[in-house]
């Protein structure tokens, strides 16, 4: 396993429920990301942030709501969801740049 | 787009055999990475082969890369039966984004 957890494991929800999810990284890195993976379609990027600060979008609906308060923590909070969200929420962290990514173990997301 | 897409889908083998992938992308780049995944577990990475870098070994991992053909290739030699995962690559072009293909599923048979 690598320096990167993520809670819950797994997680079921309704359509109306608000949930988050949280990712830590215990490797000092500065940029932290979050990923959906469906299946059969390739890793999605959502978010990144650098230094705490979001610096990409990947037009993501505003039902998912990151927040990133220290280079160590990234949380996603869920709201509204609909049975397509549901998929792996994967968290990753690097030095930043292109370099290496670090993979938490993800969450798996139901929504009903 | 830039996005590299594996090639083939899906691998079966006996173990001890040798199992190849490829990887081909559309865009110039900076780096190209090779992850596994286990089923239904986070990536994890095995190596990084840079744009002026041809070939790079690492264990029983041999990577390729042909910067004029835009494709790269992943050679696992004398396989296991805990080699059975999807594997991806993933190019950087320049945007500081690591963009990931669909993945090859290899399964290794005891």
């Known amino acids: 396993e690598t320096g990167v957890t993520q809670t819950p494991r797994h997680l079921v929800m309704g359509m109306t429920n608000k949930k988050s999810l949280k990712c830590e990284q215990h490797?000092?890195?500065?940029?932290m990301y979050w990923y959906k993976q469906s299946a059969k379609k390739p890793l999605e990027l959502m978010f990144v942030?650098?230094?705490?600060?979001?610096?990409e979008n990947n037009s993501v609906p505003s039902r998912f709501s990151p927040e990133c308060p220290n280079s160590s923590h990234l949380f996603l909070h869920l709201h509204t969801l609909q049975p397509e969200d549901s998929a792996l929420y994967l968290c990753?962290?690097?030095?930043?740049?292109?370099?290496?990514?670090?993979f938490g173990p993800g969450t798996r997301l139901l929504v009903l | 787009s830039q996005q590299g897409e594996e090639d083939p889908q899906a691998l079966s083998i006996q173990e001890g055999e040798n199992a190849t992938m490829n990887c081909s992308y559309k865009t110039s780049i900076n780096n190209l990475q090779w992850y596994r995944q286990n089923s239904g577990r986070g990536l994890v990475h095995l190596i990084l082969?840079?744009?002026?870098?041809r070939e790079k070994h690492s264990g029983r991992l041999r990577v390729t890369l042909d910067t004029s053909k835009k494709s790269s290739s992943l050679l696992i030699t004398a396989s296991r039966a805990a080699d059975t995962a999807s594997y991806f690559c993933a190019t950087e072009g320049g945007s500081e984004k690591l963009v990931f293909g669909k993945g090859t599923k290899l399964t290794v048979n005891p």
């Open positions: 082969i840079r744009s002026n870098e």
């Open positions: 490797l000092g890195h500065n940029a």
């Open positions: 990753a962290s690097s030095l930043g740049g292109a370099t290496t990514q670090y």
């Open positions: 942030y650098n230094f705490k600060e979001q610096t």
